[in-house]
């Protein structure tokens, strides 16, 4: 009988020992992880490594906006040299062209970006596929259409050449390039 309730004692201190409230330091420490890190346009790539896959605040210029599909910005700042590529996330409002050199608040996700030779090969093939493909579906298409599309290409494998030579030159096989995909974003139209 004393053996069962020896055994009943350490059971009962083993099951409290793994049912710990909450305290309200691990609420606290849960509530800061849904509150985005604050990040400046100088120090984004610097802190970038860190802050993969976590949500950042910035504020910036919008140097550049795509006025393709407006889908890509790129923030600058009067204070550094540094530029952040920012693109719209999934349930994200494209951009509007019309802000460019309007500032900008982003709140988002910070991705990383790996070119190593599996990615530049990847790359070389899709260009060599679309070159295959283009002499199959020239049809109706001008001379000048044919050599921008050329030049196109032969400019993304000068591209794929200037990262191999880079990463030989760094001693590195990859490259990370940093980005944030916006969750949100407001335009500061005045201050």
């Known amino acids: 009988m004393k053996k069962i309730a020896f055994l009943s004692l350490i059971a009962a201190f083993l099951m409290s020992c793994g049912n710990n409230p909450k305290t309200s330091s691990d609420n606290a ?65 494209a951009f509007n062209s019309e802000y460019e050199g309007y500032d900008f608040e982003i709140t988002g996700k910070v991705l990383e970006t790996v070119v190593d030779e599996t990615y530049l090969q990847e790359w070389e093939e899709e260009i060599k596929a679309g070159i295959e493909e283009k002499k199959h579906l020239e049809g109706g298409k001008s001379a000048e259409a044919n050599e921008e599309d050329h030049h196109s290409d032969e400019e993304a494998m000068e591209s794929i050449q200037r990262y191999r030579d ?5 001693g590195v096989n990859k490259l990370s390039f940093y980005s944030i995909e916006a969750s949100s974003y407001k335009v500061v139209k005045d201050e």
């Open 29 to 93: 420490s849960s509530d800061e992880s849904n509150q985005p890190v604050q990040i400046t346009v100088a120090n984004f790539s610097e802190k970038a490594p860190e802050l993969v896959d976590k949500l950042v605040f910035i504020r910036g210029i919008a140097d550049h906006i795509c006025k393709h599909d407006g889908k890509k910005l790129f923030l600058v700042d009067t204070i550094s040299d540094g530029r952040v590529k920012v693109v719209t996330g999934e349930n994200t409002v």
């Open 166 to 170: 880079q990463m030989a030159e760094q």
